[in-house]
Every structure is written in structure tokens, then in C-alpha cells.
């Protein structure tokens, strides 16, 4: 596993997690991280039975085409799973499309750093192509949303792109907000138009995965932006910042294949000193690059019923679509099927064989794959034959032959549907009566004396 996505020419951590499923300790594991044909690390681990151990090496990938990678380990004499297939597939540059009516902090934020890339657009121009491409769009700076706009962001968090919406400060745009949030799914969305006073966040947690690898160790507590909540709303997805009485700030709420985050405050001068405070820029970029996915996971399980993908973009017109797994000169036609955007492709059952498939549309690449067994095909773990025989001695029809002694497993079962055979102690006892009597006829007979007779 690895990071939320992959960047050429940066070196990120791919975590490589062993499980010994057996009764003994393996002393010393022999483990290969490939990409391609070119080893990109190896090294010795020790897993105790019955535990797992995970290392961390770090790679980079020094091209933008999908990588087909692999781990190996040597173990003996299980040799059956010490393959496992994935796939890196390096992402572009994180769009963010921002619909500001005025001066936003974010405008200085974005294009500082070669990862996004940003655009600004005036709300009244949120369009469909405009949006097209984009992973993330910011709503604030009291924006304007009409009917066109809301449909428009509708559509696009139905197909998985998301939304960062900050309320507006004026009483006028309050009624198409409440729209768009109807729109987007996120209900009991309540103005706090009386008593609404500046309040202190509450420190975040450490353990929420949101704030993964964003703080240091700090020996005071932190001093934490004031906001002004101008919105409440109940239950959501992920709460990712609270105020210290433990109303939300900054929420997600899932809304089709997408995500919607608000904000309780405007982050204009008056309303918040969140965009002053340290903890702003790696709360943005990382409400960026969560909106981006390359689609599909680094590798799949022979025995998953569908594999979800991005729709592709030549699939979007009319005709008949034939998607393709080929694998060396194996080849199989998956049923799939087309829902917002995704694209669900039902595994064909006679699919057993792990390793790299290549999907074609209609004869053009589309993207590779990687599949591997399933994780209870690698479990050594068994019941003995006394385990056995207490676990069926309910059911009469079943019967446990245990191999490895004097009589093989399929001898023992013929002689419980057959009984035991006597016809060859009958042959030997017919060929000792036939040997009997022909020692009696050639031994057993009297010589005839001769008789005198007068002359």
C-alpha cells in the first residue's frame, strides 16, 4: 500500500506487510520490491507464527505510464504465494477550480506549489466544460450559485469531484446556498443569524487520518484560530475540525462517488483568522489532493465480484462497448455496467490465474491491472484428522481417511464401500488344492506288484 497517490520524480513510502499463517517462526524471509524488471529494494524479515510484520521502503517512479510491480519472497517449502502483483499509476497535477466573487487567501495559496493546478473564474461562469477536468471547486467570497452553476456541481460531485463551499457573509446569497447544499445532499443545514460570537477551534486530533504526517511533537499546547460560525448542520461523513464546545467547523459529507467539505465560517478578515494560521495551508492541499484518485487501486483479488473504475472517456458516446482482460493468451469478456460515471466490471468466474491483465475497449488499451489470489489461499493453518472427526460426528454420509500410514487414503475408502476382499484368498486357496493334488497323483499312488504265474 502507499500514499493517497503517486507523483513522479518523489520518492514516497510503500509499505509491504508479511503474514506468517504457519505454526513456526520464519527466521529469515527473503523479500524483492520490483517495478518492471528493475529491483528497487530487498531485504531480510523475521514473522513470527501466526503474526504479521510490516516494513517501509521508498521508491520513485521516473515515468508517467502505469508500472507493473510485484513482491517476492523466497520461502521454503511453501512456494505457491510468494508473489503478490500491483500496479503504480502516476497521477497529473491536481486541478483546483476556484469560484471566488472577490479576493480569496486561496489565490496565493494553490499557485505556490507545482502540484495544483489552479484557475480562477468568476461563479456566473461555473460551467459545465469549465468544470470538466477539475478535481476540486471552491465555492466563497459570497459566490453566487444559480440554477445552471447548481446543476453543474451537482453533476459534478455525482461523478466523484468535490466541493469546498465557505457560507456567504451577506443575508442575500443565503437563499441559493441553501439550494445547492439541498442539491448536494448535505441536509438540516441551520443559520446562526442570532448570538453568533467568535469562538477559539479545538485543538485536532492526532489519530483522525486527515491530519496524517501533518504535525511535529510539541511540548505546549498550540495556540488555535477564532471563527465566527455562521452554519451548524447534524451528522456528517468525517468531521475534520470542531470548535472547543464540539460544533463542527469544517465537515465532509459524502454525496454520490464525490465529496462536499463545509465550512461554518467565511474565511474573509472579520470571520476567521483561520486563513492566518499555520494550520490553513496543509489543511487546504490536503482537501485538494483527497479529491484526487487515479481511479482505480493497486491491485485486486481473483474473487472480488465487480472492479469499480473511472468511466473512460471514449465510453461516454453511443455503440456497443467490449471491455477485454487479457493476460499472456488468456483472454476474458467481463458483463459491466455504467452508473455515474463508474464503471463496474463483474470478474468472470473462470478467471483463477494472478498476475497482470491489460483492459481494452473495443481493442484500445484502457489501462492495466493487477490481480492476485485470494488472501485464505495462503492460510496453512488446518484441523487434523481427530479435529475432523469430532466436527462430522454429526453427520453419518461423511467419512475421515487419514493418508500417511500403512494404507493409502483410497485403499481405506474402497474397503469401506467394498467391505474387504476375499477373492484373492480364495485363488490362493484353489491353487493349494490343485498343488495338493497333483503331489497326491504323482506321489500318493500305490505300486502295482507282479503277480507269479505257473509255468
Same mark, same amino acid.
Given at each position: 500500500?502507499?500514499?493517497?497517490?503517486?507523483?513522479?520524480?518523489?520518492?514516497?513510502?510503500?509499505?509491504?506487510?508479511?503474514?506468517?499463517?504457519?505454526?513456526?517462526?520464519?527466521?529469515?524471509?527473503?523479500?524483492?520490491?520490483?517495478?518492471?524488471?528493475?529491483?528497487?529494494?530487498?531485504?531480510?524479515?523475521?514473522?513470527?507464527?501466526?503474526?504479521?510484520?510490516?516494513?517501509?521502503?521508498?521508491?520513485?517512479?521516473?515515468?508517467?505510464?502505469?508500472?507493473?510491480?510485484?513482491?517476492?519472497?523466497?520461502?521454503?517449502?511453501?512456494?505457491?504465494?510468494?508473489?503478490?502483483?500491483?500496479?503504480?499509476?502516476?497521477?497529473?497535477?491536481?486541478?483546483?477550480?476556484?469560484?471566488?466573487?472577490?479576493?480569496?487567501?486561496?489565490?496565493?495559496?494553490?499557485?505556490?506549489?507545482?502540484?495544483?493546478?489552479?484557475?480562477?473564474?468568476?461563479?456566473?461562469?461555473?460551467?459545465?466544460?469549465?468544470?470538466?477536468?477539475?478535481?476540486?471547486?471552491?465555492?466563497?467570497?459570497?459566490?453566487?450559485?444559480?440554477?445552471?452553476?447548481?446543476?453543474? +456541481?451537482?453533476?459534478?460531485?455525482?461523478?466523484?469531484?468535490? @466541493? #469546498?463551499?465557505?457560507? *456567504? &457573509?451577506? %443575508?442575500? $446569497?443565503? !437563499?441559493?446556498?441553501?439550494?445547492?447544499?439541498?442539491?448536494?445532499?448535505?441536509?438540516?443545514?441551520?443559520?446562526?443569524?442570532?448570538?453568533?460570537?467568535?469562538?477559539?477551534?479545538?485543538?485536532?486530533?492526532?489519530?483522525?487520518?486527515?491530519?496524517?504526517?501533518?504535525?511535529?511533537?510539541?511540548?505546549?499546547?498550540?495556540?488555535?484560530?477564532?471563527?465566527?460560525?455562521?452554519?451548524?448542520?447534524?451528522?456528517?461523513?468525517?468531521?475534520?475540525?470542531?470548535?472547543?464546545?464540539?460544533?463542527?467547523?469544517?465537515?465532509?459529507?459524502?454525496?454520490?462517488?464525490?465529496?462536499?467539505?463545509?465550512?461554518?465560517?467565511?474565511?474573509?478578515?472579520?470571520?476567521?483568522?483561520?486563513?492566518?494560521?499555520?494550520?490553513?495551508?496543509?489543511?487546504?492541499?490536503?482537501?485538494?489532493?483527497?479529491?484526487?484518485?487515479?481511479?482505480? +487501486?493497486?491491485?485486486?483479488?481473483?474473487?472480488?465480484?465487480? @472492479? #469499480?473504475?473511472?468511466? *473512460? &472517456?471514449? %465510453?461516454? $458516446?453511443? !455503440?456497443?462497448?467490449?471491455?477485454?482482460?487479457?493476460?499472456?493468451?488468456?483472454?476474458?469478456?467481463?458483463?459491466?455496467?455504467?452508473?455515474?460515471?463508474?464503471?463496474?466490471?463483474?470478474?468472470?468466474?473462470?478467471?483463477?490465474?494472478?498476475?497482470?491483465?491489460?483492459?481494452?475497449?473495443?481493442?484500445?488499451?484502457?489501462?492495466?491491472?493487477?490481480?492476485?489470489?485470494?488472501?485464505?489461499?495462503?492460510?496453512?493453518?488446518?484441523?487434523?484428522?481427530?479435529?475432523?472427526?469430532?466436527?462430522?460426528?454429526?453427520?453419518?454420509?461423511?467419512?475421515?481417511?487419514?493418508?500417511?500410514?500403512?494404507?493409502?487414503?483410497?485403499?481405506?475408502?474402497?474397503?469401506?464401500?467394498?467391505?474387504?476382499?476375499?477373492?484373492?484368498?480364495?485363488?490362493?486357496?484353489?491353487?493349494?488344492?490343485?498343488?495338493?493334488?497333483?503331489?497326491? +497323483?504323482?506321489?500318493?499312488?500305490?505300486?502295482?506288484?507282479? @503277480?507269479?504265474?505257473?509255468?
Amino acid at each position: 500500500m502507499t500514499e493517497e497517490f503517486v507523483r513522479t520524480n518523489v520518492d514516497f513510502p510503500l509499505h509491504v506487510r508479511l503474514r506468517n499463517g504457519g505454526s513456526k517462526d520464519a527466521a529469515t524471509v527473503q523479500i524483492r520490491v520490483l517495478i518492471g524488471e528493475q529491483q528497487v529494494a530487498a531485504y531480510e524479515a523475521s514473522v513470527r507464527a501466526t503474526s504479521s510484520v510490516e516494513n517501509v521502503v521508498r521508491v520513485r517512479l521516473s515515468r508517467d505510464a502505469v508500472q507493473l510491480c510485484r513482491v517476492e519472497i523466497e520461502e521454503q517449502p511453501v512456494s505457491f504465494d510468494n508473489l503478490y502483483y500491483f500496479t503504480l499509476n502516476p497521477v497529473g497535477r491536481i486541478r483546483v477550480l476556484d469560484a471566488s466573487a472577490g479576493a480569496a487567501p486561496t489565490q496565493k495559496l494553490y499557485p505556490n506549489e507545482t502540484t495544483f493546478a489552479y484557475s480562477l473564474l468568476r461563479p456566473e461562469a461555473l460551467s459545465a466544460t469549465a468544470a470538466e477536468g477539475a478535481d476540486v471547486v471552491i465555492l466563497q467570497s459570497n459566490a453566487q450559485v444559480g440554477g445552471r452553476a447548481r446543476s453543474v +456541481l451537482r453533476q459534478f460531485v455525482q461523478q466523484g469531484g468535490s @466541493v #469546498v463551499a465557505m457560507p *456567504p &457573509t451577506t %443575508a442575500a $446569497g443565503r !437563499g441559493a446556498y441553501e439550494q445547492l447544499m439541498g442539491d448536494l445532499g448535505v441536509a438540516a443545514v441551520r443559520w446562526n443569524t442570532v448570538n453568533a460570537v467568535q469562538q477559539e477551534l479545538a485543538v485536532p486530533s492526532q489519530q483522525n487520518p486527515f491530519f496524517k504526517d501533518v504535525f511535529a511533537e510539541q511540548a505546549r499546547q498550540p495556540e488555535m484560530p477564532k471563527a465566527t460560525p455562521l452554519l451548524s448542520w447534524g451528522r456528517s461523513t468525517t468531521d475534520i475540525l470542531q470548535f472547543r464546545d464540539g460544533q463542527p467547523f469544517l465537515s465532509g459529507f459524502r454525496s454520490g462517488e464525490g465529496m462536499v467539505y463545509l465550512f461554518a465560517s467565511p474565511l474573509q478578515a472579520g470571520f476567521s483568522t483561520f486563513a492566518e494560521h499555520p494550520l490553513f495551508v496543509p489543511v487546504m492541499y490536503r482537501l485538494a489532493t483527497l479529491s484526487k484518485s487515479s481511479g482505480q +487501486l493497486p491491485a485486486y483479488r481473483l474473487t472480488d465480484r465487480a @472492479v #469499480v473504475l473511472k468511466q *473512460p &472517456t471514449a %465510453a461516454k $458516446g453511443a !455503440g456497443e462497448q467490449v471491455y477485454k482482460l487479457s493476460n499472456d493468451s488468456s483472454s476474458f469478456i467481463p458483463a459491466y455496467q455504467v452508473r455515474n460515471g463508474r464503471l463496474y466490471l463483474q470478474l468472470p468466474a473462470t478467471m483463477r490465474r494472478a498476475g497482470i491483465y491489460q483492459l481494452t475497449q473495443n481493442g484500445k488499451a484502457v489501462t492495466t491491472l493487477a490481480f492476485n489470489v485470494d488472501k485464505k489461499e495462503s492460510e496453512l493453518a488446518h484441523y487434523s484428522a481427530e479435529e475432523l472427526r469430532q466436527l462430522t460426528a454429526a453427520y453419518p454420509n461423511i467419512h475421515v481417511y487419514e493418508a500417511g500410514g500403512e494404507r493409502s487414503a483410497a485403499a481405506q475408502l474402497a474397503e469401506d464401500r467394498n467391505g474387504t476382499p476375499l477373492w484373492r484368498y480364495c485363488l490362493v486357496g484353489a491353487l493349494l488344492c490343485l498343488l495338493g493334488e497333483v503331489l497326491v +497323483l504323482r506321489f500318493g499312488r500305490r505300486r502295482e506288484r507282479p @503277480v507269479a504265474q505257473a509255468a
